[in-house]
């Protein structure tokens, strides 16, 4: 057994132990288990939602983008701090009408806002399918990083279904209060090891940031600004701007919102997060100083640019400590989207056929289905080949469609019916299912259009589909019984 | 509140400028290309226009 197996297997010895003493003896209730009370201060609801930020998209994917595409990967550090100034807004009032509601899940609040569990079951669908891909792209990253810093000791296969076990223990017993606990030993390890690596190779390889891109543009003319057409700037403004409408529209982002102790965390948080969101940036870095070092990784290959980089320039032991932060984004996010998703299922979907089901029913089915989603998620986990950012675009492209339903919901007058927010949000899905898995173009639909718009984010069609309708439908809907007005 | 609403506005356009009007590597920006150097100076703007909006804002008074 090697030196970076041992940190990556006493890493994951201590996210199961941080996880199940997060509960210690407290009574785990729906209200407990969800939202842990509604009792966090800033800096946990902070680590919860600053948890969307450090997955192992940000430790593979991220890298791999700099590495693999060059200037698109700048859209990743701005759409998180457009996200940020939309929260600072939407935030306090979700959180508020939550309180006085007692809600547990994002289809809670479309339950009730619309007055409607049908549409309530609608967003649980499309929280679902966005969330079980998001948990196998953890799990696939999981894999990749344990194979990569173990130096091949440990398979895929025995990683992810010993993550997928470490991560079912401590949610089965502890609910978002181990999500958060274990996010604190996350964000530090990240920090660190980030900022290290991210200002130590450009240095050590290059001579400095501005020497590494210097020579990587003279090495590749074209590859650090945006391209004239296709992923060009117009791509880039598109999908920061459809990212940035996404972003708190994850299902788990939600359930974050919910365990604040009031809404002004979520204010002081908005100064917060945009710089520490900057911390990504040495990722790229990373990513970025491979380029000319590890030269020729192609396709989903190019997740691996980080590793690839750090065992060529790292003892045994340091990497085995970048994999043990490795674990823990996958650890740590996967834990709070199965969480997430469990709730959803049991309160939203099959609370359905029982609506008269107590809190503890709910909450013990909810725990007992951890197990189950998680199994399902490492069977398309050994089964998938989608590289991870494809399979975080598929997501993201269903949870974006909730936006306008939700947004209309915190008016004060909500023009949109029941009726209305289900034909968009329906729409808004097939059409952004269709095109993700055509991979469309506004280019290839519309050929004859200016290249500024053909080089729009196709997602952007799916989202005006959605308005179009939402608003016709509402139009024609609204006599027959108008939404909850929004209190 | 409109002091409030223009200071929200304003990243969703500045962030976008440079590399709208200046898609090239030089100058760059904190050794940095020139795009990504701009979305960067700008994200630390948007922490410090968070925090004047948190100053005034009389939601949170």
Redesign the interface.
């Given at each position: 057994m090697n030196a970076a197996l041992i940190a990556i297997i006493l890493s994951a010895l201590v996210a199961l132990s941080l996880g199940v003493l997060a509960r210690r003896g407290r009574d785990m209730g729906l209200e407990q288990w969800t939202v842990g009370n509604r009792g966090f201060g800033w800096v946990l609801v902070f680590l919860l939602l600053a948890g969307e930020i450090y997955t192992t998209f940000t430790f593979l994917g991220a890298s791999g983008i700099a590495y693999g595409a060059g200037a698109p990967a700048y859209y990743i550090i701005a759409y998180g701090s457009l996200a940020y100034i939309l929260a600072y807004f939407m935030l306090p009032p979700i959180w508020a009408y939550g309180k006085q509601h007692g809600l547990h899940s994002q289809p809670d609040f479309f339950v009730h806002k619309y007055n409607s569990r049908t549409l309530g079951a609608l967003v649980s669908v499309v929280d679902l399918v966005a969330l079980i891909p998001y948990l196998v792209l953890q799990l696939t990253g999981l894999g990749i990083i344990v194979e990569v810093a173990g130096y091949g000791a440990v398979s895929k296969e025995v990683a992810i279904w010993s993550g997928a076990a470490i991560v079912t223990a401590y949610v089965m017993v502890s609910g978002i209060r181990g999500s958060a606990w274990t996010a604190v030993v996350k964000d530090i390890l990240i920090l660190v090891i980030v900022l290290v690596l991210g200002i130590y190779l450009p240095v050590h390889l290059y001579g400095g940031i501005g020497d590494m891109f210097e020579k990587i543009d003279a090495a590749k003319p074209g590859f650090l600004v945006f391209a004239a057409s296709g992923m060009s700037v117009w791509w880039f403004v598109s999908t920061v701007l459809l990212t940035a409408l996404g972003f708190f529209m994850w299902p788990q982002q939600i359930v974050s919102t919910y365990t604040a102790r009031n809404a002004n965390v979520f204010r002081r948080n908005a100064i917060v997060l945009p710089i520490y969101q900057l911390i990504l940036l040495f990722v790229f870095f990373v990513g970025f100083a491979a380029v000319l070092q590890v030269p020729g990784l192609k396709g989903a290959d190019t997740n691996l640019a980080l590793f690839k980089l750090v065992t060529a320039q790292f003892s045994p032991l340091t990497v085995g400590i970048i994999g043990a932060a490795g674990v823990f984004t996958a650890l740590v996010p996967g834990s709070v989207i199965v969480m997430t998703a469990a709730t959803v299922l049991s309160k939203n979907l099959i609370g359905l056929a029982r609506p008269n089901a107590t809190d503890d029913q709910t909450v013990v089915l909810a725990k007992w289905l951890v197990p189950v989603l998680m199994l399902i998620a490492v069977y398309f986990t050994i089964n998938g080949s989608s590289t991870i950012v494809t399979l975080l675009l598929v997501g993201y492209s269903f949870v974006t469609q909730l936006f306008p339903t939700l947004v209309c919901s915190l008016m004060k007058r909500n023009p949109v019916t029941a009726v209305g927010a289900m034909a968009g949000i329906f729409t808004g899905v097939v059409v952004a299912a269709v095109l993700t898995f055509t991979h469309a173009t506004v280019g290839s639909l519309i050929p004859g259009l200016p290249q500024a718009i053909q080089d729009i984010n196709v997602g952007i069609i799916a989202l005006v589909a959605n308005v179009v309708v939402l608003v016709v439908v509402s139009a024609a809907t609204r006599t027959q019984g108008a939404s909850v007005a929004a209190e | 509140m409109t002091l409030i609403r223009i200071l929200?506005v304003v990243?969703?356009i500045g962030?976008?400028i440079g590399?709208?009007v200046h898609?090239?590597?030089h100058p760059?920006i904190?050794?940095?290309?020139?795009?990504?150097g701009w979305?960067?100076v700008?994200?630390?703007l948007?922490?410090i226009?968070?925090?004047i909006?948190?100053a005034i804002?009389p939601?949170?008074k």
């Open positions: - | 929200a990243p969703f962030i976008f590399p709208i898609n090239q590597v760059l904190l050794g940095m290309p020139f795009p990504l979305v960067t700008w994200v630390v948007i922490s226009i968070m925090a909006i948190y804002d939601a949170n």
